[in-house]
């Protein structure tokens, strides 16, 4: 079971890359910055090329910190940012995006998401996102923690231009392999999840550290290559140190077989019925 691509179509047939870099947390402490900025530089370096923050990080601060760390690659970057459902009305969105650009330091975002499901009405944000992809501030938009009523009640709304859902999938949250999952590969609208390693505590887990002992690999590696090996998933681990991403990257080259799959069945078994999405 290899990875089939380094990138997977969205819906609108541009390429969207299949492991990226998170940001949650980024930018909050100085005397990290020096280290967060060289952690996001290196995947940049090794072909991590999106970058996905939010204007809920650190108030802004994570937006600043992406925007240091591609001054001069813009170019290179698929650059992924988040609107908080408090400031989602057709006027907020609008506003938010154009102030996170400004902190980003960016002419446009490439993939702007809905961060999670708010009050105001699903058909005032797809209108801004729309009036948003008009005048070349973002290229397409999204949603993020999106259940399966969430994303039915998004196209009844008219969003079927959605190009990604971003939510919290890993070895110990395999919820949306029931219904959501399906649903969304049927309409061809990748997944983007998040938190792949469990904030960490996947690293602990015996049985990914006998599959990692097998491919010579690390357990966050694993945790990774297992979502990798899936059609229409990408992720987006978070990293604050250059060794850390330059063990993301490389977990692109961990191949599970069938045995270590069914082994991680076994010990983090799927579904077997309808589960509420879960949130970090």
Not at 168 to 193: C, F, K, Q, S
Not at 240 to 264: F, G, I, M, W, Y
Request: charged residues 25%; aromatic residues 6%.
């Amino acid at each position: 079971m290899t990875l089939a691509s380094d990138a997977i179509e969205m819906p609108s047939g541009q390429p969207m890359p299949v492991l990226g870099q998170g940001t949650w947390y980024l930018g909050e402490n100085p005397a990290r910055r020096q280290d967060e900025l060289a952690a996001l530089r290196t995947g940049l370096d090794l072909n991590m090329t999106l970058i996905d923050t939010a204007e809920m990080y650190g108030d802004g601060a994570s937006e600043e910190l992406v925007g240091e760390a591609i001054v001069g690659r813009r170019a290179d970057v698929f650059l992924v940012d988040k609107v908080l459902p408090s400031n989602a009305s057709r006027r907020g969105t609008v506003q938010a995006c154009r102030r996170s650009l400004q902190r980003l330091g960016v002419d446009h975002i490439d993939l702007y998401l809905l961060h999670w499901r708010g009050t105001h009405p699903l058909a005032e944000t797809i209108e801004a996102f729309a009036e948003l992809a008009d005048t070349g501030d973002i290229g397409q938009w999204g949603v993020s923690n999106f259940d399966l009523s969430d994303m039915t009640d998004l196209f009844e709304a008219g969003g079927s231009a959605c190009a990604t859902n971003q939510i919290l999938y890993n070895l110990t949250r395999r919820g949306p392999e029931y219904d959501l999952l399906p649903w969304l590969r049927e309409h061809r609208i990748p997944v983007m999840a998040y938190s792949p390693i469990e904030q960490g505590r996947l690293l602990g887990h015996p049985q990914v550290a006998e599959v990692a002992a097998r491919h010579e690999a690390t357990p966050a590696q694993v945790a990774l290559a297992w979502l990798l090996r899936q059609e229409m998933v990408a992720a987006i681990p978070r990293s604050s140190k250059p060794e850390h991403t330059r063990e993301n990257a490389e977990a692109r080259d961990v191949q599970l077989t069938e045995e270590d799959v069914v082994a991680l069945d076994t010990a983090f078994p799927p579904p077997a019925g309808p589960q509420p999405l879960e949130m970090l």
